[in-house]
């Protein structure tokens, strides 16, 4: 099946600094992204949609002045956390859309725990 | 917007049962898709239905898309421990790829 390649799997930072994951389909192409937020024992939240080659599609409440997130290429995607603070804290995980399959699929990274001194 | 009931919340199950779970929404998605979480892990691809109706199985996991494309539900026969695990249901509603998930079920095996 298609894998999607997420880094770093775990990060730890210092209140205020920025913080860049990132995410690669690593054998297919992908022109759309998503970025999601899981909080412990709670579901899925998508934040936003990556579009390669455009602007992110931010969801509702996702400050994206907060959430930069770039897609350069058909094979990355990349969210940074700026000026992270203690309340950002969480597990992120992106999925990448595998066109080749006659049906979508969504694939998603192994996810990026993020903790905010 | 769309909302997924995921239910049960957790279940708690000897190995060698069958577990069952489900997922209703008050409105139609045209895609519905399982996963599976472990702990620091992305979410995998279980099952993906396509067609109100459908049933579909991957080993021991049953799906089936339900006929009014409202729910959806998801079998495990004969559970092992390494079936531990939040599971999550996903409807889909357009081609973009986006998806509603449900709040997961927690699935402990006993040995």
């Known amino acids: 099946g298609a894998v999607v390649s997420q880094h770093p799997s775990r990060v730890i930072c210092k209140s205020g600094t920025s913080v860049k994951i990132e995410c690669r389909s690593l054998d297919f192409q992908a022109t759309t992204m998503f970025w999601y937020r899981q909080f412990p024992k709670q579901s899925l939240m998508l934040m936003a949609t990556?579009?390669?080659?455009?602007?992110?599609?931010?969801e509702q409440g996702v400050e994206k002045d907060k959430f930069l997130i770039n897609h350069a290429s058909l094979t990355l995607s990349t969210l940074t956390v700026t000026s992270a603070h203690p309340e950002d804290s969480s597990f992120y995980i992106c999925?990448?859309?595998?066109?080749?399959?006659?049906?979508?699929?969504?694939?998603f990274g192994s996810g990026t725990q993020l903790s905010v001194l | 917007g769309q909302q997924l009931n995921q239910s049960p919340q957790s279940m708690f199950i000897q190995e060698g049962e069958d577990v069952s779970m489900n997922c209703t929404s008050s409105?139609?998605?045209?895609?519905w898709l399982w996963y599976k979480q472990d702990p620091g892990e992305g979410p995998v691809l279980l099952i993906a239905?396509?067609?109100?109706?459908e049933l579909t199985s991957n080993g021991r996991l049953t799906a089936q898309f339900g006929i009014t494309r409202k729910d959806s539900f998801l079998n495990i026969s004969a559970s092992i421990p390494s079936d531990v695990g939040i599971y999550f249901c996903a409807g889909q509603n357009t081609n973009a790829g986006k998806s509603t998930f449900g709040d997961g079920t927690t699935l402990t095996v006993k040995p």
């Open positions: 409105s139609i998605f045209n895609t």
């Open positions: 239905l396509y067609k109100a109706g």
């Open positions: 990556s579009n390669e080659g455009s602007k992110a599609t931010y």
């Open positions: 999925s990448a859309r595998d066109l080749r399959s006659k049906n979508e699929k969504l694939f």
